[in-house]
């Protein structure tokens, strides 16, 4: 099973709106105990992210010069504004619900944030927030569920209990026992660390047909 943002995510959605001042956008920060809020339209759907980084900005801008890029510009028109609409980072970054955890992960590690809004595929309406804590808890599954995955995996490449021995402990999975061809190790092995929750693999597999192995030229 893929574990899903609707099944981690905060049901809360920590947002302002566009006309929201200096001082509310710290308020609510300090409030919830965040480090990002997302800036929403009048339809509750998101337009950007104000973070502590945007916040700090009005306390290090040095101000402007004219050897500036297109960054520091930008930094200079955060560090101007007073409210969340001319400080915000946009467009805001979302997922759905329905986004796997694993891609929600992807994104975050991708734009360096640790926050994402969560909106309704159909509306595009702000439902929620999914932090980075919130992904963790793919890795605290019962060692049952995991095991149940792993051996729907197997069944998938057409092996069973006669074929494998299966345990799982603290995320960690062992393996052992044989496989029909060589071949089918690698894609085993791949299958099964991308389920949710599993850390490592420990795999010691035998396999009936080495059908990697290349044979000689014929003389």
Do not use: Y
Request: net charge neutral; proline share 5%; glycine share 8%.
């Amino acid at each position: 099973m893929t574990a899903k943002v609707k099944d981690v995510m905060g049901k809360v959605a920590i947002a302002v709106p566009m006309d929201a001042s200096f001082a509310d956008l710290v308020a609510t920060m300090q409030r919830f105990k965040v480090g990002a809020v997302t800036v929403i339209d009048a339809d509750r759907r998101p337009v950007g992210v104000v973070s502590e980084d945007d916040i700090l900005l009005k306390e290090i801008d040095p101000g402007e010069s004219v050897l500036d890029g297109p960054r520091r510009r930008e930094e200079h028109r955060k560090a101007a504004g007073t409210k969340a609409g001319q400080i915000m980072t946009r467009p805001a970054i979302t997922v759905t619900g329905g986004t796997s955890v694993r891609d929600a992960a992807r994104l975050m590690h991708r734009n360096r944030i640790k926050q994402l809004p969560v909106i309704d595929a159909m509306t595009g309406r702000i439902v929620g927030t999914v932090h980075q804590g919130d992904l963790l808890r793919v890795f605290v599954r019962p060692a049952e569920d995991i095991l149940a995955d792993i051996e729907e995996v197997a069944a998938r490449l057409n092996l069973g209990p006669d074929d494998l021995r299966i345990t799982v402990s603290g995320g960690v999975v062992t393996m052992s026992g044989q496989v029909p061809r060589r071949s089918d190790i690698k894609p085993l092995l791949h299958a099964v660390r991308r389920v949710e929750g599993v850390v490592e693999v420990d795999a010691d597999l035998a396999f009936l047909v080495d059908d990697l192995l290349i044979a000689p030229p014929l003389l």
